[in-house]
């Protein structure tokens, strides 16, 4: 079975097979193995990866993996097809400007039923004192503004909606 | 060191900051207090201080800020001396005052100096009326009706700044004169929100400038001495992030008059404490920016490369007392480099990340200094400044100072918050940084620099984590060997 993990805004797909003590690891049409993961204890361990053993700092928050390896520091998102297949019906409907970072909402510039061109400035938010600006991701009409003057919110929020009509 | 008049002093402040000035409190057998909101409990600041305070506040940043409520908790306290940090209230005269009404020494300038330096508009007159160079400007309040067309008189490119605040809030830069008009706006409304004026100036940026400031300190005498220079070129959106010392930039006798001019405005101003007096250089000359009453957060840089404790001696001279160094006294020895940590991510143009730190290891090595205040298990969210610890190395040149930080920034391990740890050792390492021709614009102009590559880890990246995740093991498991042998007989 494939697994697929997004790093970097790229996603990867890979697979185990089992080896003789270890595991055979398939990615991007090639095998490599062995691959092992020994003394693995406390977020410490070491990665034996064809010849080669490489030392591994980790931790592990839910599908969430931080590698620390070769001095970088890497986060990997483990995609769960079944919980992604769900997230994928309700873009595909919406599409949404979501938070590229967690903050507070200075101004909403839209309401619901405005017709805006890809770009058009949605709301002024602010993180860490600064300001950004939240841009429509395309053209479309306005389904909802999902924060207020005031509110805060997560990274990856919808911030405005739209609906499929556009103009 | 004369003996302080205090035993016990009132950090107004969070985060490594306080952590820093606990450590000199410890040093000179001098007890600390703390005043923190609950959000920062578990943090070191507070498990270090002999004595912490919960405030009450409607929001962390809200509590830091809450000048009546601080100062009755160092009343409870029974302290002799309050220490204000920087950010929060170390640079407001009226919180200055209270605290000397109160019967409590402020570790900080006289309010006069506050008020003073904080007006960048006043700071600015005063400078130029002692006789020091200043940037060409436009002041909007000297005739408010031609602001604008003086403003597009100075040439491009500019720089929109609030009177009032620091740290390059409100700030604005502007290439082509038909943004100028949005610009005044936005600094505007920054100003007014972050500091409750809108009052602005507009200065003409020089092409290529670098960020030199000179480390001062006076006592209550007159006297005042420098401390040398810092180079503070290496900026994203007005912010620092490498910080060194000496400047690469400057000649002996550079140096020599950029320390004098900044010695003069100190002793102008009857500055007591540790302050920075900020200049732009073009290369050929330096213009007066700005001055910070307050201790610097890159003041470790300097530290490293005098041995001169600058919270030991902020307190000796706000106790009164005469300083104890002469100019002669002080010798800058090697060279040292500061680098910020910060919970971003510079790859999306530096946005804030939030997360849980899940591991925290520091490595230990000679000539390393490492402030931090944040302990493992600990939340980062956006309630604070993104800056997480400070990493300063000092060597016996610039490019061993360099070298030696971007390993301390790849051995270091923080798990559980995206951070700019590998974007530093980028930085560190890159060709134009090592040859020192670094300027305000340099990160804007090398926009790669920001983006990491996995490159040949890879294999290694993806292994782990297959390794690590149990549904990726669980299907490989599930296979059966003799299934598998078959499998690879196929292939």
Redo the contacts between chains.
């Keep these: 079975?494939r697994?697929s993990?997004a790093?970097?805004a790229e996603s990867?797909e890979?697979?185990?097979?089992?080896g003789q003590r270890d595991?055979r690891?398939h990615?991007g049409g090639e095998v490599?193995a062995p691959?092992?993961?020994s003394h693995?204890f406390n977020?410490s361990?070491m990665?034996e990866?064809a010849s080669?053993t490489?030392s591994?700092?980790?931790?592990?928050?839910g599908d969430v993996?931080?590698?620390?390896?070769?001095?970088?520091?890497?986060?990997?998102r483990?995609r769960?097809q079944l919980r992604e297949f769900d997230l994928s019906e309700v873009l595909a409907s919406h599409d949404a400007a979501q938070a590229?970072?967690?903050?507070v909402v200075v101004a909403v510039r839209v309401s619901r039923g405005d017709a805006v061109s890809p770009g058009a400035t949605l709301m002024l938010v602010e993180?860490?004192?600064?300001?950004f600006v939240v841009r429509a991701p395309r053209g479309g009409v306005v389904d909802r503004v999902h924060f207020e003057v005031g509110e805060s919110f997560?990274?990856g929020a919808a911030l405005v909606t739209f609906s499929d009509e556009r103009r | 060191m004369q003996k302080l008049p205090f035993d016990t002093v009132l950090i107004a402040n969070r985060g490594e900051i306080a952590v820093r000035i606990i450590k000199t409190l410890r040093k000179l057998g001098l007890r600390s207090a703390i005043i923190y909101h609950e959000v920062d409990a578990a943090t070191l600041a507070v498990s270090m201080a002999d004595t912490a305070i919960a405030l009450e506040g409607s929001s962390p940043i809200a509590a830091y800020l809450d000048a009546e409520q601080i100062i009755a908790s160092a009343r409870r306290a029974n302290v002799g001396a309050l220490h204000p940090g920087y950010g929060f209230l170390s640079e407001s005269a009226e919180f200055a005052r209270a605290v000397a009404s109160a019967g409590i020494t402020f570790v900080g300038p006289t309010p006069e100096s506050i008020e003073l330096m904080g007006d960048k508009i006043r700071a600015r007159r005063f400078v130029q009326q002692a006789g020091f160079p200043v940037a060409p400007a436009a002041v909007e309040e000297d005739e408010p009706e031609t602001f604008v067309s003086r403003a597009r008189d100075l040439g491009l490119p500019l720089l929109v700044k609030p009177s009032a605040g620091g740290g390059g809030?409100g700030m604005q830069i502007v290439r082509d004169l038909g943004t100028l008009d949005d610009a005044i706006a936005?600094a505007r409304r920054?100003g007014l929100r972050?500091f409750g004026d809108g009052r602005l100036y507009v200065e003409r940026c020089a092409e290529k400038p670098r960020h030199i400031e000179v480390q001062v300190l006076g006592d209550s005498f007159g006297n005042v001495v420098h401390l040398f220079e810092r180079e503070c070129s290496v900026q994203r959106?007005f912010q620092k992030i490498i910080e060194e010392t000496p400047s690469p930039a400057l000649s002996a006798e550079l140096r020599k008059r950029v320390c004098e001019v900044a010695v003069g405005v100190a002793r102008n101003a009857n500055y007591r404490n540790a302050g920075t007096v900020e200049f732009i250089f073009d290369g050929h000359e330096f213009y007066f920016l700005e001055m910070n009453t307050r201790l610097q957060v890159e003041h470790p840089v300097t530290e490293m490369v005098t041995g001169i404790d600058l919270v030991a001696e902020q307190l000796h001279v706000a106790a009164g007392h005469e300083l104890a160094l002469s100019q002669s006294d002080i010798v800058s020895n090697g060279h040292a480099i500061e680098v910020r940590l910060y919970a971003e991510a510079p790859?999306?143009e530096y946005?804030?990340?939030?997360g849980?730190i899940?591991?925290l290891?520091y490595p230990e090595c000679e000539g390393v200094r490492i402030d931090s205040g944040i302990v493992q298990g600990q939340k980062i969210?956006?309630a604070f400044?993104?800056m997480l610890a400070k990493i300063v190395v000092h060597s016996a040149t610039r490019r061993e100072a360099a070298l030696k930080a971007a390993h301390v920034m790849?051995?270091l391990?923080?798990?559980?918050c995206?951070?700019n740890?590998?974007f530093l050792?980028r930085l560190l390492m890159d060709d134009t940084f090592l040859s020192g021709q670094i300027h305000t614009g340099y990160l804007d102009e090398n926009p790669h620099l920001a983006i990491?590559q996995?490159g040949s880890?890879l294999?290694?990246?993806?292994?782990?984590?297959?390794?690590?995740?149990k549904?990726?093991?669980d299907?490989?498991?599930a296979?059966p060997?003799l299934h598998?042998e078959l499998?690879k007989w196929r292939n």
């Design positions: 079975m697994h993990f790093l970097n990867y890979l697979w185990l097979s089992p595991y690891l990615f490599i691959v092992a993961l693995h977020g361990g990665l990866i080669e490489v591994v700092r980790f931790a592990i928050d993996l931080h590698l620390h390896i070769h001095g970088r520091t890497h986060i990997l483990y769960d590229p970072m967690p903050g993180s860490m004192k600064l300001e997560e990274q | 809030k936005q920054e972050y959106r790859e999306r946005a804030p990340t939030t849980k899940l591991m290891e969210t956006t400044d993104p790849r051995q391990v923080l798990l559980g995206e951070t740890a590998d050792a990491g996995c880890d294999p290694a990246i993806l292994a782990a984590a297959a390794l690590l995740t549904p990726v093991r299907s490989a498991d296979v060997k598998a499998g």
